[in-house]
């Protein structure tokens, strides 16, 4: 019973440095986005332009909050709206210059902030953290989807 306490402990802390992190960067970026516009623009940048309805679906927003998500980048000229040369009908949204040199600001922002997080770790506690987080996602990984 200790160890399912504390996997539950666990998780929850880990929601919670995870909430927290996602707090610090946001009161430290002085800009007009949040984060659910810079994994975006970052899903973007990676992958190049898509639909909505794609970029909803892999990041797991509702098309709702897509929508909102690319009327914010297009005011502010993050992102265009590409209209596919075969079928008009088709519309994917690209990032601009201007939004990936906001992306790099960002993750700039917060390779800081995980600097400072995680300072209070030795490079023992580092290479643990990491070779636990590393099996954890293969084991994920592993799962059938």
């Known amino acids: 019973m200790d160890k399912e306490k504390n996997i539950f402990k666990l998780i929850r802390t880990i929601e919670l440095f995870s909430n927290e992190s996602m707090l610090t960067w946001s009161r430290s970026f002085q800009r007009s986005v949040g984060i659910s516009s810079i994994l975006v623009l970052q899903e973007l940048r990676q992958k190049g332009a898509q639909k909505q309805t794609e970029l909803a679906s892999t990041l797991g ?10 009327s914010k980048l297009i005011n502010e000229a993050y992102a ?12 994917r949204l690209e990032i601009t210059e201007k939004g990936v040199q906001l ?3 960002a993750q700039q922002k917060g ?3 995980r600097k400072e997080m995680f300072e209070v770790l030795s490079e023992e506690e580092v290479s643990q953290f990491l070779a636990i987080q590393e099996k954890l996602l293969r084991h994920i990984e592993s799962k059938p989807k």
């Open 103 to 105: 992306l790099e600001e």
């Open 80 to 91: 265009i709206r590409k209209y596919d040369a075969g079928d008009r009908r088709v519309i």
């Open 111 to 113: 390779t800081e902030i």
């Open 61 to 70: 927003y509702t098309p709702g909050a897509m929508t909102n998500i690319a």
